[in-house]
């Protein structure tokens, strides 16, 4: 009797030649690049050091396409784009040391927000590990120890014949839900030696499927088909699995209201009648939630902004799907569900009962005047009227990327992103210089259309350099600097706390100027020609500046 498991593939006549023959020259990393050619890359990012040259140069030999940025932490950002626009992992290739140390604010972001990256850093030559002080250039006594935190797995390379098989299973990682980044590392000596290994021509590129326990979702779904006022969360993780439209689809059977997290922006459609939008940091959403008899909470682990900051204490029963095993029932108690959303939302469908309910557009209007109330009542028309401009000159399918900045505060609540996977900020680890290099990733995985970048001018001074990178690519980005003249946030939070600001008063360039001595067209706008300018520079192929000179303000929060 034979077993699937048990057939082997014998290989052609022409495939055992090429093997017992592989074309002289190569070297370890070439090895590599034909491992990511094999399991399907086609993109790589990165920034070149002394210790990784062996793949740079084999980069020479290969169709990949690299795309090169001036900081590995901003390198770092496009692959996360990179790989959050495509859904597949994206290749980032360090250097040891400082290069791959300068990345882990950038892995930490992917890590929160679920993006599959691919870090793939030298290491210093192998006689060098084990943690012996050798003095070698870069050494660390553990590289790994210092990404072990932050990725979901580590794969540390010895030998050549280990590096496509070593890849694999990172890749495969990368991509099994919950996404996120990973690391593996291989020595400068083992990159650089020759290979007698054939050429690396085959993959398995498919990640493990995370199907829910059906005896759970069998529950859930009797309690969502009884429930008398069932409410809807959804996070990141709908956008990550691509379930908006399944989303939408158990929302409009159980007739049940949906708020999106800022990471789950556009999972549900803005303008539908059981749309809260994302007014997730609102008193009047939480309200509403907590009211809910039965609460589904669909890829999101409940953390400190999708909790309005740990004040929400539903008082019904909470379902909660998650991915990450480490988010379930992590913040409150749930019937916790260990899968991957599109899968569980898929079997929810076909086991729930539908539901009628004639009052809940109504209740879902209510709550939305309440917000807006409360809104209108703070004088914040300035902030409202970019934020309308922004929308306005942005096409309707084309993705944004906001840094850390008062404006992007207002997006994860108030900007209707029209559609899944077209908002992204840095809300996942909060690290500042995300917007601009992340755009230019999402440029390079789809150059078909405009990409936005929002930045404050604190966070703008992360990013500058890949002005270079922009007009190297030209890439079509248009990066939309606010310019308050420091770190605003950072100052309203302080006055508000202490009564004045310390260390958030920036000296800052004529942005304009800057991105022109880059040979990067800049405008400098006013909140009353920013929709026009902006659809300008958006609608003008390659890279473009749109600097705005104005002091934003934070809605009230309601937390406190």
Known sequence: MTHDHDLVLRPTEAQISAALNPPPGRNG????????????????????????????????RSDLRYIGLRVENNAGFAADAYGRITGEAAP????TGPGALTSLAALQ?????SAPVLALSSQIPTAGLGGGRHGYLHELPDQAASFR??????HTVRTQ???????EAAWKSALTAPHGPVWVEIPQDVLLAETAIPVVTGGDAFPEELPPRPELTAVAADLLSNAARPAIIAGGGVVRSDASGKLRQLAETLEAPVVTTPGGKGAFPWTHPLSLQSWIEDRHTTDFLEDADVLLVVGSG?????????????RGRVVQIEADLGKLESNLPALGIHADARLALQALLETVSPREDAEAAERVRTVLAKVADRIAAQELTLEQDVLASIRRALPADSPSFWDMTILAYWAWSAFDAKGP????SAQGAGGLGYGFPAALGAAVADPSRPVLAVSGDGGALYSIAELATARQYDLNVTWLIVDDGGYGILREYMTDAFGQATATELTRPDYVALAESFGVPGVRTTPGTLADDLSKALGSPGPSVVVLPAVLRMFAPTHL
């Open 149 to 154: 935190g932050v990725v979901k797995s580590v």
């Open 29 to 60: 990393g070439d090895l590599v690049v034909e491992t990511l050619a094999a399991l399907g890359a086609t993109t790589v990012f990165g920034l070149p050091g002394q210790h990784a040259l062996g793949v740079f140069d084999a980069l020479r």
């Open 421 to 424: 996977n077209l908002l992204h």
């Open 302 to 314: 409940l953390g400190e902004l999708s909790s309005n900051y740990h004040t929400f204490r539903p």
């Open 161 to 167: 014949s280990q590096i496509p098989s070593a890849i």
């Open 92 to 95: 980032l290739l360090l250097s």
């Open 109 to 113: 972001e992917a890590a929160a927000a």
